[in-house]
């Protein structure tokens, strides 16, 4: 036997298996059933391709009972010798376990691909019960956050987000949240992960604060008078709403109290664009730059430029150029921009942010899992999470860090909100997650993981909610290697001229290299120009000719263009052939084209 090789740090990445238990499912990685060739076959290498799935420095190995190797050390040392040699590595018997199972060495830095030869090897031997990789365990408690029993939506199966599964491969180290909010009011839950923001309300009547910009991002409190922001209006007090958010994606956790953040190793960055009555576009846009690198004129420099930014705030009326063109840049220094789809219980293509493009639009969702009463809705919502609804009890709602003070700040509180303001943080959290699991993502494919890995609502959303309900733990081993599913996607760039109230027009796209049929949550993004989308009819068209409705016409949907992503369960149909976008103007007086579509599988 060779002298033992020096104990490593990275014996085997088990994210994926820790966080496929705390998702409710196994994964087994045992293998049975020895072949009898000396050789592995097809069948065996595939089989132990897909066991292995993780890189791994060890394996236990079983043998059957009457084989030598079950008794002898020299027989199971000679056997990992041979094996080893057989799949071109450096194999080497270590010891024996209680069980009489043999520990194999398998060497330095073997990629998942060359343990599955090695597996491979040991399955085509009929003397071997099993060979299965020494895997590496964490403890698997839940935080000891006092409060953290009442977020369901975290944890619970039905509607919760599955954040916890996420956790044993990222927490959001090394990411800054711009939080574009109200502010941020101190809380010990909360302290720990602020770093230096800005505030950039330029109006003292709406900072009410004494002054205007300044590098003090505090929230003084938003509460108002009867009839002070509009008429009719009730008296309302402090909000605290941006720390409310901010509690959500990045409260401290395992601290012994409150609540657990999504990212909780994630830096918040409060930006202050909300005070008395709301806030303007102008401030808004400036802090949307200045979060993702950018410059403002008389602002210095930032210093903790955000990789994620979260707006949970918005108003009437479609995306604005002046909006969409802070959105584009901020995402070309690459910031992913989270944004609330609205609270309205209408089409989110008629309310900004919502409906700028480059940004992930989030729904709400209640905690049995449909669409929150209130939530907006539509072709530019792009994904859903917890909402909550607090109309028929409080603990439905959202629980997170605020304050008690009603109209100046008091003490420190936690306390349940409903919203689509509290469903876009916990996108925002996942996508700090996602961050954190792999520095090399990009805003757009950060948005394709959290699609493509997300879950069929559990209950209803009529009108539209995205691709379905967040799922963090999925999402999370996607972009770190380790199970769920990054996207392939197909594309057309060929624009096609769409006739007034004229026939059909199709843009097709070839899928090939798939096996099997396509998925059930097939992503189709769409990108058409239109003076009047009402108008248009749109369907995806799979190879043997079935058609599946992704929007029809509507008089009431009088906004332009139609930039969006659809969810189709296409597993009935197979992937690999021409698939078309069938698109069809149904009235007069409106012209458009096709510019781009896609297929993410």
Not at 63 to 80: I, L, Q, R, V
Not at 129 to 153: C, F, G, I
Not at 486 to 501: E, H, K, Q, R
Request: a negative charge.
């Amino acid at each position: 036997m060779r002298t033992p090789r020096p104990a490593r740090r990275k014996l085997i990445s088990v994210a994926a298996i820790s966080a496929t238990l705390m998702a409710g499912t196994v994964t087994s990685l045992a293998l049975a059933g020895p072949a009898t060739a000396t050789v592995p076959s097809d069948a065996a290498a595939k089989t132990a391709a897909a066991a292995v799935t993780a890189p791994a420095e060890r394996l236990i190995v079983g043998y059957k009972a009457g084989a030598t190797e079950a008794k002898s050390n020299k027989a199971a040392s000679a056997d990992a010798e041979a094996k080893g040699k057989e799949a071109g590595e450096d194999l080497d018997f270590q010891r024996r376990l209680g069980t009489g199972a043999a520990l194999v060495d398998l060497g330095d830095r073997l990629s998942k691909a060359d343990v599955a030869d090695v597996v491979a090897e040991f399955q085509a031997d009929p003397q071997v019960a099993y060979a299965v990789p020494d895997r590496l365990n964490k403890p698997q408690a839940d935080p000891n956050d006092t409060e953290y029993s009442k977020q369901w939506d975290l944890f619970e199966t039905t509607a919760g987000m599955r954040v916890p599964g996420a956790w044993t491969t990222a927490t959001g180290t090394g990411v800054t949240v711009a939080v574009i909010d109200t502010g941020y009011v101190t809380h010990s839950d909360l302290a720990a992960n602020i770093v230096a923001g800005y505030d950039f309300i330029s109006d003292t009547a709406v900072s009410v604060d004494g002054n205007g910009r300044d590098s003090n991002p505090a929230d003084p409190g938003d509460w108002s008078a009867a009839n002070e922001c509009q008429a009719g209006a009730p008296a309302s007090d402090s909000s605290w709403h941006g720390t409310h958010v901010a509690g959500t994606i990045a409260a401290a956790t395992n601290n012994g109290k409150g609540v657990a953040g999504i990212a909780y190793n994630a830096k918040i960055s409060p930006l202050r664009v909300l005070g008395k009555c709301g806030g303007y576009d102008s401030d808004i846009i400036d802090a949307i730059t200045w979060a993702s690198g950018g410059t403002v004129s008389g602002v210095p420099a930032n210093t903790n430029v955000a990789k994620v930014i979260n707006m949970s705030l918005g108003g009437g009326g479609a995306c604005t150029t002046a909006t969409q063109t802070a959105i584009n840049n901020a995402v070309g220094r690459g910031t992913t921009v989270v944004v609330a789809a609205g609270n309205s219980n209408a089409n989110a293509a008629n309310y900004s942010p919502a409906s700028c493009s480059n940004v992930i639009s989030v729904a709400a969702l209640g905690r049995t899992g449909s669409k929150a009463y209130y939530s907006n809705f539509g072709s530019t919502v792009d994904i859903a999470a917890p909402g909550g609804e607090t109309n028929t009890t409080t603990a439905n709602g959202i629980l997170s860090t605020l304050n008690a003070g009603t109209k100046t700040a008091g003490s420190e509180s936690y306390d349940y909100y409903q919203g689509t303001s509290m469903a876009a943080p916990h996108i925002a959290g996942l996508a700090a997650l996602a961050k954190s699991a792999n520095s090399a993502l990009t805003p757009a494919q950060i948005e394709s993981a959290i699609k493509t890995n997300s879950r069929a609502l559990p209950g209803t959303c009529s009108g539209g909610c995205g691709a379905g309900l967040a799922d963090a733990a999925k999402t999370v081993q996607a972009v770190s290697g380790t199970g769920g599913s990054t996207g392939t996607t197909f594309s057309s760039t060929a624009a096609v001229s769409i006739p007034d109230a004229g026939s059909a027009v199709e843009s097709p796209i070839a899928v090939s290299g798939r096996t099997g049929n396509a998925p059930s949550a097939l992503q189709v993004g769409v990108d058409i120009t239109h003076t009047f989308r009402g108008d248009l009819v749109i369907d995806l068209v799979a190879p043997d000719g079935t058609a599946f409705r992704l929007k029809p016409s509507s008089t009431s949907d009088s906004a332009d263009n139609v930039s969006a992503t659809y969810t189709v369960d296409a597993s009935g149909e197979t992937a690999n052939g021409t698939w078309k976008l069938r698109v069809q103007d149904v009235a007069s007086a409106d012209t458009g084209r096709i510019n781009s579509w896609n297929l993410t599988f």
